[in-house]
């Protein structure tokens, strides 16, 4: 199985971005999928979750501005990032739940003031 992330990019303060990961196997039985991010010098912490049924969560430095949502007919998974600040500039990892992690390969979010 492979994850493909895309849609990154350079953005204003305020402005969106949606992220795509396709993934190259089904994900109707992946429990929980998610959206992770590094910034530099940092770690990797989680932004974004979403369960089988939907079930979605968020941290608390997102929550109000993105929104996850998965489409398994599409086995992708989306993060909708809206008025975004120059904090959330870091790499964004998707990442699924077969057992084991799966890791996609990263696509970077800028945030210019």
């Known amino acids: 199985v492979q994850l493909q992330a895309s849609g990154g990019g350079l953005v204003q303060a305020g402005g969106s971005l949606r992220l795509s990961c396709i993934v190259s196997?089904?994900?109707?039985?992946?429990?929980?999928m998610g959206w992770y991010r590094q910034a530099p010098g940092k770690q990797r912490v989680p932004v974004a979750t979403?369960?089988?049924?939907?079930?979605?969560s968020y941290s608390d430095s997102v929550k109000g501005r993105f929104t996850i949502a998965r489409d398994n007919a599409k086995n992708t998974v989306y993060l909708q990032m809206n008025s975004l600040k120059p904090e959330d500039t870091a790499v964004y990892y998707c990442a699924a739940n077969y057992g084991r992690i799966v890791w996609g390969q990263g696509t970077p979010v800028t945030v210019s003031s």
């Open positions: 196997g089904s994900i109707v039985g992946v429990d929980i």
């Open positions: 979403i369960t089988s049924k939907g079930a979605t």
